[in-house]
């Protein structure tokens, strides 16, 4: 995977959980692919998108990592402390944007390449809805850097309220130029009890791709938001079990696979 061109990736959420009860939910959702920083950041040209202040589509850096007007000394704290050995070069991240100054994310890749432009780390940050968040970061061999990337770790942060932190993710990750499909599943004592599928055609980033697609970008937060929300009242019908979250911020702990 090399760097993109800054893009907007128009596509569908779908959850479904297998157990304790079957259910399943799907939602539009439009994110954007950009550089945290460096002059190709500055060189996107739309009237209706801005960096770091209001407009109908914006990116601040401050909605990710530690919350800091800056994202490149949290990026270079995370893969120091997975003790990388390669010279930080263009980061990108994957995320929804702000539309009208409203965003949640649940789920922010960094794409961390190196001084070449090869790809040699990957962060996954995962948000609630308790205002934490908490980061997967993962390193890759040189020789493993292709369109198609696997990896997996012990779940280590609470998401759902109606999932402990017992488990196990396994992650998967497909791009190419055109389009981007991100798997993430929840395993436990052996079995997938939750999988996470997110699939996107990538497209400019400028104000003819903005244009063609008004009416999802408006409502793009309320879908994600709205969706979720619903989801939990589904399965409180249910009958699920609720776990108490973990309130607290963002968790910048150093980890270990």
Known sequence: MTPLPASLLAGEVGHTRLTPKRHALRYGMQSILLDIDGPELTA?????????????????????????????????????????????????????PRVLGLVFNPVTILFCHDRTGKLRAVIFQVSNFHGGRCAYTFLLPRNEAGES???????????????????????RLDRDAASLRLGIQLWRDGACVLSAVQKCEIRPLDTAGLLAAPLSLAFNTTKIVGAILFEALRLRLKGLKMYTPRHGSIDTRPWRQ
């Open 149 to 171: 990337l696997r990896f997996s770790c012990r779940k280590r942060f609470f998401v759902s309220p109606f999932n402990n932190t017992d488990g196990e993710y396994r992650f």
């Open 44 to 96: 996107i040209r739309s009237p209706l998108f801005s960096v770091d202040r209001f407009n109908l589509v914006s990116f601040h850096p401050r909605d990710h990592g530690r919350g800091e007007a800056a994202l490149r000394p949290w990026v270079e704290a995370q893969l120091a402390a997975e003790d990388a050995d390669f010279d930080i070069g263009q980061v990108q991240i994957l995320a929804a």
